[in-house]
């Protein structure tokens, strides 16, 4: 989202993930494009589409989506990855839809990724002290085990 951040005010943030996005130059898409593209179901498509992240035309029974809708998609699966809940994400989005640039919006969104990064590197230090805990008890247990090995042998 870093990039996305480096917007001007006038401009949203789907806006400027979407222009800076140059991997596709289609401007809509099918439900399966972005699913394949993704590598997400459509089940998922459609139930971020019921919680209001995503918004497609309906051409007939099919859905139309835009790259604002892509932009919006890539959005929410970045927010995922980093911990923020479907509500945070929603949130977030409808922040930059506003288009008004308010100063308050903008500290809530940076205050949010600000106290993120702070879970996420707790997170990190729980995992690094699980894996050396863990890799000692390998340690251990292949000695062990190699000990065992040994006497049969023997």
Known sequence: MSEALSMTSDNELVDVVAAQDDSTKKTQFTIGDLAKEFNCTLRTLRFYEDKGLLNPKRDGMNRVYTRRDRARLK??????????????IRDMLDLYD?????????????????????????QRTDIEQAIEELSRTVAIVSGMLKHKEAEEEG
Do not use: H, P
């Not at 506003?98 to 707790?122: K, M």
């Open 75 to 88: 959005l929410v699966l970045m927010g995922k990855r980093v911990g923020f809940s479907l509500s945070e």
């Open 98 to 122: 506003l288009r008004d640039g308010q100063v308050t919006q903008l500290r809530v969104a940076l205050s949010r990724f600000n106290e993120q990064i702070a879970v996420l590197e707790v």
